[in-house]
């Protein structure tokens, strides 16, 4: 397909993520079981309004050095900067803390590295790490995070451009990514133009139901009845 415009990237950031993920739902049902964010995170700032950016994916670690030397390690982040940099933007950052039971030791995030990615033309964050600076973070950057913490320790990248699991979301280096306070998931980009129609469609189902659970007369046989008429639409 064509590369999504930026009226195609505002049109699915007028819906929020939990919609998005019922849309796709009647797109392919095959995405009702994966693709999505599914264990607990911590939304940094939930009133945003969703955000949508292709994947810029990394991994580090924070527990313990690197064992690089420093000039080893200030290449591999250079290279890091790069690779934010490049693609299509604008991104979403996912990144996963490789330290299994210890990610998060260290915070990779906080006031720099938030201003920094902004900068990349980055609008938020999805890892499993730990961030911190929050009363210095960049503005309008959003993050859904594993922890917040009160050091660095020995945060560095690892590599980046590979698959990461994140949340157990499992998303490769340019998935399209939306994302709000309910969690993230991957956009096929063969379904992008049709999520609209798609959550219109949801969302003209759901609002027959909500009409009868609202009215005043509702019962169990009138929900029952507005089920089964709607299931005979196709």
């Known amino acids: 397909m064509n590369v999504l415009t930026q009226n195609d990237l505002a049109t699915l950031a007028a819906y929020d993520t939990p919609t998005i993920c019922n849309a796709l739902e009647r797109l392919d049902p ?10 607990p995170f911590i ?20 527990a313990r050095p690197s064992g ?5 390690q200030r290449q591999l982040q250079n290279d890091y900067y790069r690779h934010i940099d490049g693609g299509r933007k604008p991104s ?4 996963e803390d490789l330290d299994g039971g210890d990610a998060g030791r ?9 201003a920094i990615h902004v900068g990349l033309g980055a609008l938020g964050l999805i890892t499993n790490g730990s961030v911190r600076d ?3 973070w960049a503005p309008g950057f959003q993050f859904l995070a594993g922890h917040v913490a009160a050091s660095h320790a020995y945060a560095k990248p690892v590599a980046f451009g590979t698959k990461v699991s994140v949340f157990g979301m499992t998303v490769r280096d340019g ?3 939306h994302a709000d306070r309910h969690g993230a998931v991957i956009v096929p980009l063969a379904h992008a133009r049709s999520i609209a129609r798609a959550a219109q469609d949801v969302a ?20 029952i009845a507005v089920f089964a008429e709607l299931d005979q639409i196709h």
């Open 92 to 95: 979403i950052v996912v990144i």
């Open 43 to 62: 939304c940094g700032f939930p009133s945003l309004k969703p955000i949508v950016g292709y994947a810029r994916t990394a991994t580090i670690r924070s």
């Open 175 to 177: 998935d399209l990514i």
């Open 204 to 223: 003209s189902r759901e609002a027959r139901i909500l009409a009868v659970a609202r009215a005043p007369d509702c019962t169990a046989e009138r929900l």
């Open 106 to 114: 260290g915070a990779f995030w906080g006031e720099v590295q938030s």
């Open 68 to 72: 690089l030397s420093a000039a080893a």
């Open 30 to 39: 095959s995405t009702q079981a994966r693709g999505y964010t599914c264990t």
């Open 134 to 136: 929050l009363d210095q």
